[in-house]
Nanobody
Framework: VRLVESGGGLVQAGDSLKLSCAAS????????MAWFRQAPGKARDIVAA????????YYSDSVKGRFTISKDNAKNTLLLQMNSLKPEDTAIYYC?????????????????WGQGTQVTVSS
């Protein structure tokens, strides 16, 4: 299975952006797909996560109410709709998969990563 992100770019504060993560394969049991982000000099932090079959979701406090995680089962694609973007949202955004049915916030518990896509929000 491979994960390939797309949709990053340079936007202004208050704008919206939608990220996509295309998965080349699929696990046989329920699993978690998540978005993480990493700003220069900072740790890789979870943004949002979803259990693929059950549809349970998780959002970090910093994005709750602004970002929405979703999935397109037919296209095997993970999505992240980002609204009301702020300069502090600037980071490389990574898609990740965890071959367990329970959401975890620790990046070390994820098994597969995409290459990342840069999101830059100017003030």
């Amino acid at each position: 299975v491979r994960l390939v992100e797309s949709g990053g770019g340079l936007v202004q504060a208050g704008d919206s952006l939608k990220l996509s993560c295309a998965a080349s394969g699929r696990a046989s049991r329920d699993y978690v797909m998540a978005w993480f982000r990493q700003a220069p000099g900072k740790a890789r932090d979870i943004v949002a996560a979803i259990t693929w079959n059950a549809g349970n979701t998780y959002y970090s406090d910093s994005v709750k109410g602004r970002f929405t995680i979703s999935k397109d089962n037919a296209k095997n694609t993970l999505l992240l709709q980002m609204n009301s973007l702020k300069p502090e949202d600037t980071a490389i955004y990574y898609c990740a998969a965890r071959w367990r049915p329970y959401i975890a916030a620790d990046a070390r518990l994820y098994d597969l990563w995409g290459q990342g896509t840069q999101v830059t929000v100017s003030s």
